[in-house]
């Protein structure tokens, strides 16, 4: 992987949702972890918010994100354990059009160099709806650091090569431009 130099920078906008019934956002160190490293690297804070542990909730937020033609991406913190408050993989998934499996390997191989096998307590999870990706973290800030440095900073910048989401996102909801096929049966 690498930064082709010669291609100009896209920012993006980006909206974080922090999970958790105890967070508000002067002690929300994930929120902020991520807030900030979405800045630095150039992109614009779309949204943030916390909301609580409610399947609703976290999906009333993330439908009005995903409608909402200013978010290109949505990231998450918090709510991927496997306590009873943890919801946020049965919020988010069904919302998904496509899974991105790859996304929770490649969290679970950084993690797991970081923290062994104590990286399969998370559910980490990620996909795209319509023209919008949604990146599911755990909710500390070393495993927001991890996921933004380690996948989501070279993902969401259009230089990475040889490939990155950035180039894909024209083509994300062309499925929903497209009239069908007159005869098709499919």
Same mark, same amino acid.
């Given at each position: 992987m690498s930064i082709d130099e010669t291609k100009q920078f896209i920012p993006l906008n980006i909206a974080v949702l922090t999970i958790s019934d105890t967070r508000t956002l002067a002690d929300d160190k994930s929120g #902020? #972890? =991520? @807030?900030?490293?979405?800045?630095? @690297?150039?992109?614009? =804070? @779309? @949204?943030r918010e916390i909301v609580t542990d409610d399947v609703e909730a976290i999906r009333a937020v993330i439908r009005r994100w995903i409608a909402d033609p200013g978010v290109d991406a949505v990231i998450t913190t918090g709510g991927t354990g496997f306590t009873g408050r943890d919801v946020t993989p049965e919020a988010v998934e069904p919302l998904f059009e496509k899974r991105m499996d790859g996304f929770s390997i490649a969290f679970h191989m950084l993690s797991h160099a970081k923290i062994g096998a104590s990286t399969i307590q998370s559910r980490a999870t990620a996909g795209v709806t319509g023209a919008t990706f949604i990146f599911c973290l755990p909710g500390s800030p070393g495993a927001c650091r991890d996921g933004w440095d380690g996948i989501l900073a070279a993902q969401l910048d259009y230089r990475t090569r040889p490939c990155n989401f950035v180039e894909i996102m024209p083509r994300l909801d062309e499925h929903l431009r497209r009239a069908k096929a007159k005869g098709a049966s499919a």
């Open positions: #902020t #972890t =991520l @807030a900030d490293r979405i800045t630095v @690297a150039g992109h614009k =804070l @779309a @949204a």
